[in-house]
């Protein structure tokens, strides 16, 4: 029998039951980096509205490096942003001495929008 373009190229199969499997595997990732919840978010987005991407991400086993360059963008834009507009809002340490309730209004507010503009800019693109 003819080897076919699999064999020929290395791949083996393995029988289970009635039926040859080909042996396949991803290709190792040079490292484990930290996928947080940007991460997770993008992974979802991608996964419903951009199932391409994902497929291609996936079947190249470079999915986890991808999430996690996004996951540090995020992060970085999202903990820059905050630092900026809280500056420029008067949110400070000294607010939060005098008025703490005041304080946790207006920095909740201040991280919803922040977490609005990151999701807008980075994670559902």
């Not at 963008?73 to 400070?92: H, N, V």
């Not at 977490?115 to 807008?120: A, C, I, L, S």
Request: proline fraction near 2%; include cysteine; charge should be positive.
């Amino acid at each position: 029998m003819e080897k076919t373009i699999f064999e020929q190229m290395g791949g083996t199969y393995e029988q289970q039951g009635d039926y040859l499997i080909p042996c396949l595997k991803l290709p190792a990732e040079k490292e484990e980096r930290y996928i947080g919840v940007w991460g997770q978010r993008h992974l979802r987005y991608i996964r419903q509205h951009r199932k391409v991407l994902f497929s291609t991400l996936l079947t190249s086993g470079k999915i986890n490096t991808y999430l996690a360059d996004v996951e540090e963008q995020a992060q970085e834009l999202f903990d820059r942003l905050m630092k900026k507009r809280a500056k420029r809002e008067g949110i400070t340490e000294k607010l939060k001495a005098e008025n703490p309730m005041l304080w946790v209004g207006r920095m909740n507010a201040l991280r919803d929008a922040v977490t609005e503009t990151v999701n807008t800019e980075i994670i559902y693109i």
